[in-house]
């Protein structure tokens, strides 16, 4: 065995603060208070459903997760955040209909205590928002101090030791890395500059480092994967995640081309297009923002196929994404993927996949799974990106020499072989050898 890190113990209520606060974010709320109430059961949530082998298959230890490690309870949880509209939790629930009145009418009056904060709004970054809830500030430094004075208040108002921050606002126009990018010295000059390569994203990611605030970001944006953040998370000890949460098509495309690539089948063609009619489908209406989530998308088959090593497989494979807003969808997004595979003797075959899914109720335990994991990677001294959170993300932050995996296999061994080290279990290789010699 190895040797155990030293965890904290998760003391007293743990504040979960959220950059917006609309379709994902309020299913995550009502979700946890219906769970409370014994009205619902935590589906989809690894840390609350989720079991873990120890040892050897014939020593029969596998413990729930969260039995295994010392995670905040849904008890423990206060939630806030920021949004660009003033509605408070169940107004948000309301117009985003993603829950059944019955639901939402059995939680009415704990969404009705949580209020936003006014958002850090820049019109060009989510051009299609008409915001009417946001903050007044002179500069983007004064921005992040006004960010860090709402996370002081909160855990004041709510008598918090600790909070973690997960992004779930709408997805930013795309951007690319530049100068202010690099370096903290850079990027706190760009904020005294209110430099438009600092992005709203990037200010909350700041001000939550800052607050020694673990940070996992669940949207395509440019945000805390940038040189000046991850490293000043690494140098604060504070752990950062992300980027977009891994909810449907994509998360499809992670379970389908594994298979495909583990019995050496060729690709020709992948074609995938969505229609969603909620508000990220309205933000995805705009081309730049667009671009953001396309690029989140379609990164994921090249790591997975590797054609730079199976050139006559994966080496020339047409591989398009189409995402569309339709209105009349709302949170229940439709995905269509067509997928030209190739066998012996170079065959053709076709996959089809009709996957009609519900976005926020497959973002909401990822939520929650992401608040209670980053939360513990923090009282175990686990400093700067997570990569062992990779499981939940389209495209997962990485060291760079290093390569993301996207294999959601793969990803979970990793994920569940650190929670094995920190608490000094053997690490699960499945080879197997040694029941047999």
Same mark, same amino acid.
């Given at each position: ?7 904290q113990?998760?003391?007293g ?38 079991t ?50 019955e ?51 909160f855990?004041?108002?709510h ?13 930013e ?29 990037? !200010?909350?990611? +700041?001000?939550?480092?800052? %607050?020694?605030? $673990?940070?996992?970001? =669940?949207?395509? *944006?440019?945000? @805390?994967? /940038? ?36 019995r ?8 995938s ?26 990164? !994921?088959?090249? +790591?997975i196929?590797?054609? %730079?090593?199976? $050139?006559?497989?994966? =080496?020339?494979? *047409?591989?398009? @994404?189409? /995402? ?15 997928i ?6 170079g ?51 990485v ?5 993301? %995996? ?32």
């Amino acid at each position: 065995m190895s040797e155990a890190r030293e965890i904290q113990a998760p003391r007293g209520r743990l504040g979960v603060l959220m950059p917006g606060m609309g379709a994902v974010a309020t299913t995550f709320i009502a979700g946890v208070e219906l769970i409370k109430k014994g009205l619902a059961e935590p589906i989809g949530s690894l840390t609350q459903l989720g079991t873990i082998r120890l040892g050897k298959r014939t020593e029969d230890r596998v413990p729930k997760i969260k039995d295994f490690v010392p995670l905040g309870t849904l008890e423990d949880l206060v939630f806030g955040g920021w949004d660009a509209f003033p509605d408070d939790a169940y107004e948000a629930a309301t117009v985003a209909g993603v829950l059944e009145k019955e639901h939402l009418g059995a939680v009415r009056d704990d969404l009705k205590t949580i209020e936003p904060f006014p958002a850090v709004f820049d019109p060009r970054y989510v051009a299609k928002l008409e915001a009417t809830h946001v903050k007044d500030f002179s500069s983007l430094r004064e921005a992040a101090e006004l960010v860090r004075e709402d996370i002081r208040s909160f855990k004041v108002r709510h008598g918090l030791d600790r909070a973690v921050m997960v992004s779930c606002a709408s997805t930013e126009s795309y951007l690319q890395p530049q100068e202010a990018h690099f370096s903290i010295e850079k990027f706190e000059e760009a904020l005294d500059a209110s430099d438009a390569a600092i992005s709203p994203a990037m !200010v909350y990611a +700041y001000a939550a480092i800052m %607050e020694d605030v $673990p940070y996992a970001n =669940g949207a395509p *944006s440019l945000a @805390v994967d /940038i040189p000046a953040l991850t490293r000043l998370a690494d140098e604060r000890g504070v752990p950062v995640a992300g980027k977009d949460f891994k909810t449907g098509q994509t998360w499809m495309k992670t379970i389908v081309a594994p298979g495909l690539k583990a019995r050496m089948l060729g690709l020709k063609g992948w074609y995938s297009t969505n229609i969603l009619g909620n508000r990220d489908g309205e933000v995805l209406d705009d081309p730049e923002s667009l671009k953001s989530k396309e690029l989140s998308k379609l990164s !994921v088959l090249d +790591y997975i196929l590797q054609p %730079e090593l199976y $050139p006559e497989l994966y =080496g020339e494979v *047409s591989h398009l @994404v189409k /995402i569309n807003y339709y209105p009349p969808r709302g949170d229940a997004k439709e995905g269509w993927d067509n997928i030209d595979i190739f066998g012996w003797l170079g065959y053709p075959m076709q996959v089809k996949i009709n996957f009609l899914a519900r976005d926020s109720i497959l973002a909401a335990p990822i939520v929650l799974d992401l608040a209670l994991f980053i939360d513990l990677a923090h009282r175990a001294s686990m400093s700067g990106i997570q990569e062992w959170l990779s499981f939940y993300f389209k495209s997962p932050m990485v060291l760079p020499e290093l390569y993301p %995996e996207h294999d959601l296999f793969i990803q979970l061994m990793k994920l569940k072989n650190t929670l094995r080290a920190i608490k000094g279990e053997d690490l699960i290789t499945h080879l197997g050898l040694d029941y047999y010699e």
